[in-house]
Nanobody
Framework: VQLQASGGGSVQAGGSLRLSCAVYGRSFRGDGVGWFRQAPGKEREFVTGITWSGGSTYYADSVKGRFTISRDNAKNTVYLQMNSLKPSDTAVYYC????????????????WGQGTLVTVSS
């Protein structure tokens, strides 16, 4: 199983980015896919999650109304559309898979991508 995150970059505050997480070899059990982020000197935090089956979603309060997670089952890809970006959104963003449903705890996920850096300048 391999997760490949892409789409990071540098934007000014108020801008938008779309991250992608392609999942290769998706024969594992576990319906949840999540996005986490880790800023310099801070702990990894949950951003949002989605289920492959029903498309249920859950968002951290800090991104609610600005970020949207979606999935394309045919492509085994999960997307994270980030709008109205703030400098506080600057972090390395990781996608993770293999949880039983959506979980905000990183240890519930069995597989992780390599991370993609998002930098938001003021």
């Amino acid at each position: 199983v391999q997760l490949q995150a892409s789409g990071g970059g540098s934007v000014q505050a108020g801008g938008s980015l779309r991250l992608s997480c392609a999942v290769y070899g998706r024969s594992f059990r576990g319906d949840g896919v999540g996005w986490f982020r880790q800023a310099p000197g801070k702990e990894r935090e949950f951003v949002t999650g989605i289920t492959w089956s029903g498309g249920s979603t859950y968002y951290a309060d800090s991104v609610k109304g600005r970020f949207t997670i979606s999935r394309d089952n045919a492509k085994n890809t999960v997307y994270l559309q980030m709008n109205s970006l703030k400098p506080s959104d600057t972090a390395v963003y990781y996608c993770a898979a293999g949880s039983n449903g959506i979980s905000s705890y990183y240890y519930d996920y069995a597989y992780w991508g390599q991370g993609t850096l998002v930098t938001v300048s003021s």
